[in-house]
C-alpha cells in the first residue's frame, strides 16, 4: 500500500505548489508608461502662428491679429483621427514663437488678442471637449523655448513657464501626454531685444522642479522629451525606428537639446537604467506646418506604410502630424492618404491565422503560463520558460498548408524587455528554411517577409537577458499593396516602371489607349526615344485588384544635351530627376541640345526640398541656332508656383533651334534662381 501511496502523495504535493511569475528583468514600466504603451499610435497637431506666417519657426514679433482661421472645427481634427485608427491628439499649445492658443492670463501674446472668435476664442478648450466627445486622448506640447517672452533666458521666465503650464494641467481635464520639444535658445524677437540668447539645456529650466510640477497636476501624464523622463524621441523625423530598439535608456546621461543624443542614445541601451521607450514622429507632409506649396507632396501610403511597420512594428509609437491648414481643418489631401493607411492596416491584420493554429514549445515555466497564452488574446496572460531556460522555441502548426506574410511577437513588457536575437523559421513542402534573423522584440515587433506557402512556423528566441516572456503571437497574411506604378526616365531615354510590392505585375500601352491586364507586360527597362503618351496600372493576379490609371508624357530624350557652364553639378538640370537642382549665380541656365529640333514648349520643374529656394516667378526663354545670337521664344509668369511648386509647361509658336536659355527675371524668394529640371516640347 506504501508503495502506492508515496507517489499519489508527492503528486498531489506538486499540483498544490504554486508557480510563481519569473522575476522581472529590471528596469521594468510604471503603470502609465504601460497604459501610454497601449496607445500605440495617436495625432501630433501643428497649428499655431506659424499656420499664418508660414514659417515652421516663428521669430516671436508676429501679430496676435494674424491667427484667424476661417472655418476652425476641432471635431473635424477629432473624426478624421478616431476614423484612422489613433487613439489620441496631441496640439502646439505653444509653439517657439511664444503665441498661445489659449488666453493664457500671463501673456497677451495669445488668441485673446486675435480676431478669431472675437479674441474670446480657447483652442485648447474647444479640442480638448473635441477629443472627450470622440473617445480619444488629449495630450499637450509645449516649447520651452520661447522667441516672444522678453524674459527668456532669465530665472524670471521659468517661473512663467510653470505658470503657462499649471494653465494647461489645470483647466482641461486629463492629459495623457506632455511633450516638450528639445529646440532650445538662439536668435528672436525677445519683447524687442531682437537679439541671439542662449541657456544651458541641461540646468536652465530646472527640469526636475517643472517635471514635479507636472506629476502633481497630471499624475496618469507621460512626459516625452529627448530623454524622457517617461518617453524619449526615436532620434529623427523619418518617423522610424531601429532594428534594434530597447525601451531601456541611460535617462541620467541624456538631456533635451542634447547635440550627440541620436547617434548615442536614441535606440536605447541594453543596460539602460530607467524603463524610457522610444516615440516615432513624423509629419504627413515635409513640413510640420501647414504651407500650401506642399499639397503635392503629402506621403503616399507605400510611404506611409513603410513608416508604420518600422515604428510600431519595431517596438516604438507612432505620433503622424496633421499641420492644419489655414481654414483650420486638416487638408482633404492629408484626410485621403491617411485613411488609405487605416484601410490598409485593416486589411493587413484582418486575419490573425495563429488563432487557429496548434501551438507547442520547447519549455514551458508550469501552470498559468502555458504556451496556449500566446494565442489566447488576453493581453495579461504569458507563456514563460523555466529560470535559466534562455534558449526556447514556439512552433505554430497551421490546420493546412496556408500562405503567409506577417508573424507579430510581443513580449509581456510588465516585467521588462528581455529578447536580445531571434529566428523565425517556416516549414514548407521542402523543410525547414529560416526566413528572418532579428534582435529586438519589445512591446511589439512585425516581420514582413515574401509570401510563403507554410505548414509551420517556428519561432526561436536565441538570446535573452533572462527567461523569455511572450505574451502575444500573431500570422498573417497581408494581400498586395497595388498602387499606381512609379515612372523613371534616364537621358538616354530609357524608362523604368516600378511598384513596392513583389508579385504585383504591371500592365501598360503606348498608344494612349486604357491598359488592362490584356495590355503589354512590362519586365524591363523600354526605350522611348520620341514623343511618347505612357499609361500603366498595377494588377494582382492573386485579388484581381488594379490601380489606378497613371499618364506620363514624355518628350525627346536628353542623351546628347549638355548645360554650357562649367559648374559640375550644373547638370543637375537635366538629369531627369526633380528631386536635385542646380543654383545659377547668373540666373539661367544655357542648354546645348546637341541637334537642330523644333520645339514649341518648354518645361520647368522648380527645386523639391523642403525649404525651397530660388524659385522662378517671372521668366524669359530663348533659343539660338549657334549659341551667339538669341530670339526670345517667349516670356511670362509661372502663376502660383510658390504655392504650387509643380512641373510648369509653357507653349508658343514653333522654332528651330540647337540652343536654348531659361532665364530668371525675378524668384519667389530673391535667391538666386534654381533648376530641378528642364526640357522641351516638340510635339
Known amino acids: 500500500m506504501k508503495k502506492y501511496l508515496l507517489p499519489i502523495l508527492i503528486l498531489l504535493a506538486c499540483e498544490g505548489k504554486e508557480i510563481t511569475p519569473p522575476a522581472p528583468v529590471e528596469p521594468v514600466p510604471s503603470e502609465k508608461q504601460l497604459a501610454w504603451h497601449e496607445l500605440e499610435y495617436y495625432a501630433f497637431v501643428h497649428f499655431n502662428m506659424n499656420t499664418f506666417s508660414d514659417m515652421e519657426w516663428g521669430m516671436g514679433d508676429e501679430q496676435p491679429s494674424a491667427f484667424n482661421p476661417t472655418a476652425l472645427d476641432t471635431r473635424q481634427w477629432a473624426k478624421v483621427v478616431k476614423d484612422a485608427g489613433m487613439k489620441g491628439i496631441i496640439i502646439t499649445a505653444k509653439h517657439h514663437d511664444g503665441f498661445c492658443l489659449w488666453p493664457s492670463a500671463y501673456t497677451e501674446h495669445s488668441v485673446k488678442n486675435s480676431p478669431w472668435r472675437d479674441g474670446k476664442g480657447d483652442l485648447i478648450r474647444e479640442l480638448s471637449d473635441a477629443c472627450k466627445e470622440y473617445g480619444l486622448k488629449f495630450g499637450i506640447y509645449y516649447s520651452p523655448w520661447d522667441r516672444n517672452h522678453a524674459d527668456y533666458g532669465k530665472p524670471e521666465y521659468i517661473t512663467y513657464m510653470r505658470n503657462q ?40 529650466y530646472d527640469w526636475e522642479n517643472t517635471y514635479n510640477l507636472v506629476r502633481e497636476l497630471q499624475p496618469g501624464a507621460v512626459m516625452f522629451s529627448d530623454g524622457g523622463p517617461d518617453v524619449r524621441w526615436v532620434g529623427n523625423e523619418h518617423g522610424f525606428a531601429y532594428e534594434t530598439t530597447w525601451g531601456n535608456l541611460m535617462r541620467d546621461s541624456v538631456y533635451a537639446g542634447m547635440p550627440d543624443y541620436p547617434e548615442r542614445f536614441a535606440s536605447g541601451q541594453e543596460n539602460g537604467t530607467h524603463w524610457v521607450p522610444a516615440e516615432s514622429d513624423v509629419s504627413i507632409r515635409p513640413g510640420w506646418y501647414y504651407h500650401e506649396y506642399e499639397d503635392h507632396k503629402v506621403k503616399t501610403l507605400p510611404q506611409l506604410l513603410e513608416i508604420y511597420y518600422k515604428s510600431i512594428g519595431q517596438n516604438s509609437s507612432l505620433l503622424i502630424n496633421f499641420p492644419v491648414d489655414r481654414r483650420g481643418l486638416i487638408h482633404e489631401k492629408d484626410v485621403e492618404q491617411i485613411m488609405k493607411l487605416a484601410d490598409k492596416i485593416k486589411e493587413d491584420f484582418a486575419v490573425d491565422l495563429a488563432k487557429t493554429d496548434e ?164 519586365e524591363n527597362p523600354m526605350l522611348v526615344s520620341e514623343p511618347t503618351t505612357v499609361k500603366a496600372i498595377a494588377f494582382d493576379g492573386q485579388s484581381g485588384k488594379k490601380s489606378e490609371t497613371v499618364v506620363h508624357n514624355f518628350d525627346i530624350p536628353k542623351a546628347k544635351w549638355k548645360v554650357m557652364n562649367s559648374d559640375p553639378n550644373a547638370v543637375k538640370a537635366i538629369d531627369e530627376d526633380p528631386q536635385t537642382f542646380w543654383k545659377s549665380d547668373k ?76 532665364k530668371s527675371l525675378t524668384t519667389t524668394d530673391n535667391q538666386p534662381a534654381a533648376f530641378a529640371e528642364v526640357g522641351v516640347l516638340t510635339k
Open 165 to 204: 503650464l499649471t494653465e494647461l494641467l489645470s483647466n482641461y481635464g486629463d492629459i495623457f501626454e506632455v511633450w516638450f520639444d528639445g529646440a532650445n535658445g538662439g536668435d528672436g524677437y525677445y519683447g524687442g531685444a531682437n537679439e541671439v540668447r542662449t541657456v544651458d539645456k541641461l540646468t536652465y
Open 359 to 522: 501551438v507547442s514549445a520547447s519549455n514551458e515555466r508550469g501552470k498559468g503560463f502555458e504556451i496556449e497564452n500566446v494565442i489566447d488574446e488576453d493581453k495579461e496572460s504569458y507563456w514563460a520558460t523555466e529560470d535559466g531556460v534562455i534558449e526556447s522555441s514556439i512552433v505554430l502548426t497551421l490546420a493546412e498548408p496556408t500562405l503567409i506574410n506577417r508573424f507579430v511577437v510581443q513580449e509581456y513588457i510588465p516585467l521588462g524587455q528581455r529578447i536580445k536575437s531571434f529566428t523565425l523559421e517556416v516549414e514548407t513542402e521542402n523543410g525547414w528554411e529560416e526566413i528572418y534573423h532579428g534582435t529586438t522584440v519589445g512591446i511589439k515587433r512585425i516581420l514582413r517577409f515574401d509570401d510563403i506557402l507554410a505548414m509551420q512556423v517556428r519561432f526561436t528566441i536565441t538570446d535573452a537577458k533572462a527567461s523569455p516572456t511572450i505574451s502575444n503571437i500573431g500570422i498573417f497574411y497581408a494581400p498586395k499593396l497595388v498602387t499606381e506604378p512609379d515612372f523613371k526616365r534616364s537621358t538616354s531615354g530609357e524608362v523604368t516602371l516600378s511598384v513596392p510590392e513583389k508579385g504585383v505585375e504591371i500592365f501598360y500601352t503606348l498608344d494612349g489607349s486604357e491598359p488592362n491586364e490584356n495590355s503589354s507586360k512590362y
Open 587 to 662: 540666373n539661367e541656365v544655357v542648354i546645348d541640345l546637341g541637334e537642330s529640333i523644333t520645339i514649341n514648349g518648354f518645361t520647368y520643374w522648380p527645386p523639391q526640398n523642403r525649404f525651397m529656394s530660388g524659385v522662378i516667378s517671372k521668366y524669359v526663354f530663348e533659343g539660338s541656332a549657334d549659341g551667339k545670337t538669341w530670339k526670345t521664344l517667349t516670356s511670362g509668369e509661372f502663376s502660383n508656383i510658390k504655392n504650387n511648386p509643380i512641373e510648369q509647361t509653357v507653349r508658343f509658336a514653333s522654332s528651330e533651334v540647337k540652343f536654348i536659355k531659361l
